[in-house]
């Protein structure tokens, strides 16, 4: 439930700062985790475009 809550107020691009902060603290973890989630977040967003016909 908490990663539907936290997805409700994301979007994938909002993981692109933290992404670079991962990065910049080298935490492997982190950055492979917040990757998973952003491309996780792109995957649905694409999903409801496309049901709500706004992408083909």
Request: with cysteine.
């Amino acid at each position: 439930m908490g990663e539907f809550k936290e997805a409700m107020m994301m979007c994938s691009e909002d993981y692109d700062e933290m992404i670079d902060m991962a990065l910049a603290l080298k935490d492997k973890e982190w950055f492979e985790e917040l990757v998973k989630k952003q491309k996780w977040l792109r995957e649905l967003e694409i999903q409801a475009r496309r049901e709500l016909g706004v992408l083909d």
